[in-house]
């Protein structure tokens, strides 16, 4: 039989019963608009949570921790530390474009300037390393000497006049002379006072995330302020770093230098792999969503498979009629399947309109509720911005094909049998 014949036998046959056609096909619909609808909000939180995690860090960045003296295999005598020579070895690794460690700060402090008054976290890391850690600068440069400071973004708004208690509206601190006051107890009691004075080099952009609120010294100053607070001046080479971070050429490396430092008996942190993980994790879920969706076009599917049994029985002599004339068993097959897949895919078609319906709905009326409710605390409704729904590209194609395959295995039964039915006892029935 002709592609085009069995194209305008399917459609008449299917103009015929188009009630029974409809009824069965709702079935597919609701099956696929729930397919469409469920992964495409498991791809929206998704998408919602990954733009979130982007805040958390830059996804280049590896913080490496250290497990508290473990013994090194194959190096008898030295343990699993943070030291020079581990800062060394992690900078030969491929992909690596930087190694500094971040010593922060022991003890109270505050920053001064003028007549205003805030605190930061106080970091330090190696000058020679600034460069290459991609520091995006709003003003000034990245260039770290003695006593001198990278401040983040958003560590002038940390200041107020302590008289006012008030904020001032905008502070730039480009070139700014900060005083940083540190406070410790002497051994008789009293409090002591050190006031170092720190000229502000460079102030970096925006980032959302810890770096707008922290003051980068150089390391060594750090180190020189941390002997002043504890009384005896810290040897990491000695005891070791409590953390360093390791900046990755580029966010696909991230990945292999981490399994490397793990290799090396290190823990590690990063936004990457946090990323990964959570991708992992929505993936799962699409997949139990889309299962749950799936179910409807289980049940769907019997529905086809009834309406095509029942089509054997109405149609017997006309397939008695079709072997008559010549039609092969394989014709007739392809007629019922056809039919069958016919239905299917116009269910998914419908699935499809309606499931991308329902899901822009939802969006709307989710936002209109977030944005209402950001109102209502005073926020400002342009800062929401999340997406509920969101319908990737290849779904609509993947679930009219899946309802139109789900519509042909359901015809499979139908259409053996009436495959099978003798020509002559056909013809006979009435």
């Known amino acids: 039989m002709a592609p085009r014949d069995l194209i305008y036998l399917v459609l008449s046959n299917l103009r015929r019963m188009k009630i029974r056609v409809a009824m069965t096909a709702i079935g597919v619909v609701i099956g696929t608009a729930a397919v469409i609808v469920l992964i495409s909000l498991a791809s929206g939180l998704q998408e919602s949570a990954t733009q ?3 805040g958390i860090g830059d996804l280049t960045e590896i913080t490496v921790y250290s497990p508290g003296g473990l013994p090194v295999s194959g190096q008898p005598g030295r343990t699993v530390e943070l030291d020079d020579q581990t800062l060394d070895e992690l900078r030969e690794l491929e992909g690596v474009a930087a190694v500094t460690p971040r010593y922060s700060l022991f003890g109270s402090s505050e920053l ?10 106080i970091v330090g890391i190696e000058p020679q390393a600034v460069s290459k850690l ?18 983040g973004a958003n560590v002038g ?21 900060l005083q940083l006051a540190l406070m410790k107890v002497a051994d008789d009691g009293e409090s002591v006072e050190r006031t170092v004075r720190l000229r502000v080099t460079g102030v970096l952009e925006e980032q959302g995330d810890q770096d707008d609120y922290t003051l980068y010294l150089s390391l060594d100053d750090v180190l020189e302020l941390n002997g002043w607070v504890t009384g005896q001046r810290p040897n990491p080479n000695r005891d070791g770093y409590d953390q360093v971070m390791v900046k990755a050429e580029s966010a696909d ?4 230098i981490e399994n490397e430092i793990r290799e090396r008996g290190l823990y590690s942190y990063s936004a990457r792999s946090m990323l990964q993980q959570l991708n992992v994790f929505f993936l799962v879920i699409q997949g139990i969503f889309g299962g749950i969706g799936a179910i409807a076009l289980i049940v769907a599917a019997f529905g086809i498979a009834n309406t095509m049994t029942m089509a054997i029985y109405e149609r ?18 392809a007629v019922f399947l056809a039919e069958a897949g016919a239905i299917g895919m116009l269910g998914g078609i419908g699935g499809v309109v309606t499931g991308v319906g329902l899901g822009k709905a939802i969006d709307f009326i989710a936002g209109t509720y977030l944005t209402n409710q950001a109102i209502q605390q005073g926020g400002n409704a342009s800062d929401i911005a999340i997406t509920l729904i969101n319908t990737p590209a290849w779904l609509p194609i993947f679930a009219i094909l899946f309802s139109a395959l789900v519509g042909i295995v359901s015809g499979l039964y139908p259409a053996l049998r009436a495959a099978s039915l003798s020509p002559v006892t056909a013809l006979k029935t009435e």
Not at 157 to 177: A, H, K, N, V, Y
Not at 316 to 333: C, S
């Open 316 to 333: 017997t002599q006309e397939i008695g009629l079709m072997k008559a004339i010549g039609a092969t068993n394989r014709d007739v097959m």
């Open 157 to 177: 708004e940390q200041l107020f006049d302590p008289r006012t208690g008030r904020q001032p509206e905008e502070i730039d601190l480009q070139g700014q002379s």
């Open 52 to 54: 979130d995690l982007g």
């Open 253 to 256: 490396d991230v990945q292999m």
């Open 112 to 121: 001064n300037l003028n007549r205003m008054i805030g605190h930061a976290s």
């Open 134 to 151: 991609g520091f995006e600068m709003a003003s000034g440069n990245d260039r770290l000497g003695r006593w001198q400071a990278i401040a």
